[in-house]
């Protein structure tokens, strides 16, 4: 072979092997972030000659121990179970997993692919570090912290992570529709986003919205931000002493739960302006105060309460259309009292407390009723009384009907008697003028041996002994007393 033949091979041999070294690569970082405790993925993709090749096999080493290896007794102690090739080294993906990631762990390391034959390379040119951490990154929250009420709320939390294999777990502190996605980053990083989409509620405001983030191999990071709601007033509500005694101050306050914070007005049931502010004072209030109600107005609405009715409390009132009355000769009293609480009813005749038939209460009004024989009196007492006072009407009693008819038929004979009595006397008159003029008769042995005189009747008087009610003694004492006693004075008729 001549001097030119050999320059013509060592040509083609130089530029055969420079043809093979450059098909031999490989693309990785020169170094990925880990997270102590978690894992790691070092993506890793190769490139060979344009040979064909049936078998593949990857390793992965530091530069003087093998940290991965298909045989797992080729593969050092310390990292067998805790490292994997996730690609497929047919499609030229050689990207490797390292699980519990330690302190020591920090490489370098570098891929080697053996494929049929002598064909094998290592790529110890293209190294690749482990940047180790602590702690999480810190996490993105973002969402719109002022909303009203029914509004739709979107939240977004995100974490770049150097394990896409397992993925972050996101957890929220609110209920609602959530999606993931997940995004490759430059050197061997994701970022994992969750989103939360949910209707605000006035009960979401000034509460926190938590985003939690859990790690492969348990670590965890927590943000959260304070959301805003504005919201009309709920809960309008009068706040007020219910019981409140007639002539006094009654002071009332409304509240509300809005936001923003409200104003308040004050109106009557029928709806007239009283008064603006938060409370409302009430003077010399009585049984007829009206009843009033607040209402709670900010920006977003105006909500009224409920209307509110005092208890004004109050001494005793006897209507002047209490009375007795008669019918089929049974008499009847009615005492009707206004009183708030309601009174006790008694009934007074003569110096005897009598117990009332029938006691009915409807509201403020109480009712007795007494039904008994009154006898000859003309007048019984009514008595009311509670804690805030007492006060007494007299009723008049009607007519007695057995009285009347006694009555009635004594002036008839005393009108009988007079008339009687007038024709005596005629005759009597006439008798004498015959003596006189004309002979006597036999009839003379009539006349009297002494002038007649008219019958003379001794009147008659009835004593009543009428004493005066004691109304101070019902009230401390309801013990019955004892009969009352009343004389009579009988009178006698003189003989005719």
């Known amino acids: 072979m001549d001097a030119l033949q050999w320059l013509v091979f060592f040509i083609c041999i130089c530029f055969k092997a420079t043809q093979t070294e450059s098909s031999w690569t490989v693309d990785v970082p020169s170094s990925v972030e880990g997270l102590l405790g978690s894992c790691v993925v070092i993506p890793c993709s190769y490139n060979y000659p344009d040979i064909t090749v049936h078998t593949f096999t990857g390793i992965w080493r530091s530069d003087d121990r093998v940290i991965y290896h298909p045989t797992q007794s080729n593969t050092v102690e310390k990292y067998r179970g805790r490292t994997k090739i996730l690609g497929d080294l047919s499609k030229k993906n050689c990207s490797l997993m390292i699980e519990n990631l330690e302190q020591s762990d920090g490489g370098p390391f570098f891929f080697r692919i053996e494929l049929d034959g002598p064909n094998m390379f290592s790529y110890f040119n293209n190294k690749v570090s482990i940047s180790m951490i602590g702690e999480p990154n810190p996490t ?26 397992y993925p972050p777990d996101f957890h929220w502190s609110h209920s609602g ?25 006035r009960t979401d405001h000034n509460k926190p919205l938590q985003c939690r983030v ?14 805003k709601v504005k919201y009309a007033p709920v809960n309008v509500k009068v706040e007020y002493q219910s019981d409140v005694n007639e002539g006094e101050t009654a002071h009332l306050k409304c509240s509300s739960d809005a936001n ?48 509110v009715k005092l208890n004004v409390l109050y001494a005793p009132d006897i209507e002047t259309y209490s009375k007795c009355s008669s019918y089929n000769g049974i008499v009847k009293c009615d005492c009707i009292v206004q009183s708030r609480p309601p009174s006790m009813v008694h009934f007074v005749l003569g110096d005897r407390v009598l117990q009332i038939t029938k006691l009915e209460k409807n509201g403020s009004v109480t009712t007795g009723t007494l039904q008994t024989d009154f006898g000859s009196f003309k007048f019984v007492h009514c008595l009311a009384n509670n804690t805030l006072g007492n006060a007494n009407l007299t009723l008049s009693l009607p007519a007695n009907d057995n009285m009347q008819n006694i009555f ?37 042995t009539m006349r009297s041996d002494r002038p007649a005189e008219p019958p003379r009747y001794a009147q008659t008087k009835r004593k009543e002994n009428y004493e005066d009610v004691h109304c101070n003694d ?13 004389d009579w004075d009988e009178s006698v008729y003189a003989n005719m």
Request: negative net charge; hydrophobic residues 30%; charged residues 20%.
């Open 140 to 165: 993105d929250f973002f969402v719109q912290e002022e909303v009203k009420e029914g509004q739709t709320v979107s939240a977004f939390c995100s974490v770049s992570h150097s394990c896409p294999t």
């Open 177 to 201: 529709e959530r999606h993931f996605q997940t995004q490759n980053l430059q050197n061997g990083q994701w970022k994992a986003t969750s989103t939360l989409t949910f209707h605000s509620d």
């Open 214 to 227: 859990t790690y492969h191999g348990g670590k965890q990071r927590e943000t959260s931000k304070t959301i």
């Open 260 to 307: 923003p914070v409200s104003s308040y007005e004050w109106h009557s049931e029928t709806g007239a302006l009283l008064n603006k502010g938060q409370t409302y004072t009430m003077s010399n209030v009585s049984r007829h105060s009206e009843a009033v109600y607040c209402t709670a107005v900010n920006e977003e609405g105006r909500v009224r309460s409920s209307t």
């Open 408 to 444: 009635i038929a004594s002036g008839a004979g005393v009108i009988f008697l007079i008339i009687l009595i007038a024709i005596g006397v005629g005759t009597v008159k006439r008798c004498r003028g015959q003596s006189d003029g004309t002979p006597k008769s036999d009839l003379s």
């Open 474 to 486: 019902i009230y401390t004492n309801d013990s019955v007393y004892g009969n009352m006693e009343t």
